[in-house]
């Protein structure tokens, strides 16, 4: 079967490849979930592998399989699988154990080592493929209702997990009542970590340099937060109007940005980063200044990647409750389909080229 894959450190390696069709038996116990793959995401991560900033092949191999943002049909199941049959749709986590105590205890999306393995990203090959087979403790339901958000199961659950970890930190304070959010990008993690604090009844400011009208303001706007071009109102014009933000994810992919904003952070509030920035930039920081608000005001920053199998479920579930609450706003977001796995070339093109591209997906089959 074909896949689209890179040689890992080598720039611009994307190129069509062969697998063998994977069997359900390869996963020991009867665990096995056999998927026939038809949408597969691809983000900036998928831009940056093929950018050799980082990525690296499964041991034997000199090519890794990209995709992690995956959905499928379930073909076939091991005798042990009990929570997906064939013909359910599907989605997968990420990211599988290594060894530390974090891994053991089913949250490698913490795991304190420094080496990860992650499917279509390091180590493991991803699931631009044909057909994937995958331990059914990584395999995660979609209702056939969601079917048509399909790809946006998996980015979803890494901002449900950005503002689920901004909700347990803050337990430090005894009280915490968020009433203003500031999400800093309004990419596929900012429009969706935007939906989650609306439905959390925040009053949400998503901030993008894109003027208005644009998609991004349609999409914030449709799902009853404030849209705001940094090119029409300044930063501080926005503080003045709203007060500091008790809340703030920075989703921007641009780390000069995530020092920028946490001026905009008010006393006792909490902000997560979550963007992969792989890149060298250096920039000036106004230390003293960040660093005497951070501790007069007893802030917090912290840093979100990945998701487990309970970051997909909430997401999932939140993605729902968009869609009765904000109706067919979140499908907006899945801006650029790709037909085919052979169309790889104008899949990297939409991903470098395209600024108005939401979400960039490939439609592998039909189902
Ligand atoms: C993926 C995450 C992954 C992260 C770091 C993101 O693009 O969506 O699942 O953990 O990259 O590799
Ligand atoms: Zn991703």
């Known amino acids: 079967m074909q896949a689209v894959a890179v040689t890992p450190g080598e720039k611009n390696s994307v190129h069509l490849t062969e697998l063998p069709k994977p069997r359900v038996d390869e996963i020991p116990d009867g665990h096995g979930v056999l998927v026939r793959v038809l949408k597969i995401g691809v ?26 943002e995956s959905f499928g049909i379930v073909e076939e199941v091991g005798p042990a699988v009990t929570h997906v049959v064939p013909g359910d749709y599907v989605t997968c986590t990420v990211r599988r154990p290594g060894g530390s105590i974090y891994d053991r205890i089913g949250r490698s999306d913490i795991t304190s080592e420094e080496v990860y393995y992650e499917r279509g990203i390091n180590l493991l090959h991803g699931f631009l493929t044909e057909y994937f087979v995958e331990h059914s403790e990584f395999v995660v339901k979609m209702p056939v209702g969601l079917k048509h958000l399909h790809v946006l199961a ?4 890494c901002a449900a997990k950005a503002v689920e970890q901004i909700y347990e930190a803050q337990k430090r304070l005894q009280v915490w009542e968020p009433k203003v959010a500031y999400v800093t990008g309004a990419g596929q993690i900012g429009l969706l970590a ?4 609306r439905l959390r009844g925040l009053d ?11 998609l991004k303001a349609e999409i914030a706007e449709g799902l009853g937060a404030k849209y705001i071009s940094t090119q029409d109102t300044s930063l501080s014009e926005l ?8 809340l703030i994810v920075e989703a921007t992919g641009n780390s000069e940005i995530a020092f920028e904003s946490m001026k905009l952070l008010g006393h006792n509030g909490a902000m997560v980063w979550t963007s992969i920035t792989g890149g060298q930039r250096r ?12 501790v007069l005001g007893n802030k917090l920053l912290l840093g979100s990647v990945n998701a ?11 993605l729902a409750l968009g869609e009765v609450t904000y109706p067919n706003v979140i499908e907006k977001i899945l801006t650029s389909p790709v037909h085919g796995l052979d169309q ?9 080229e395209d600024r108005d591209a939401l979400k960039v997906f490939v439609e592998v089959a039909e189902g």
């Not at 790889?344 to 470098?352: A, H, I, K, S």
């Open 43 to 68: 983000d900036a991560t998928d831009r940056e592998i093929n950018d050799a900033l980082y990525g690296a092949a499964p041991p034997g191999y000199d090519f890794l399989v990209l995709g992690h």
């Open 154 to 157: 998996e980015p979803m659950s």
């Open 194 to 197: 935007t939906l989650i604090l």
């Open 204 to 214: 949400v400011y998503t901030l993008a340099r894109s003027p208005k009208p644009c």
């Open 239 to 246: 503080v003045e109007q709203t007060g500091k933000a008790d």
């Open 283 to 294: 920039v000036e920081v106004q230390s003293d200044h960040i660093n005497i608000n951070w």
């Open 308 to 318: 487990n199998r309970r970051h997909f479920e909430s997401g999932i579930a939140d």
């Open 344 to 352: 790889y070339n104008e899949m990297m093109r939409l991903l470098v």
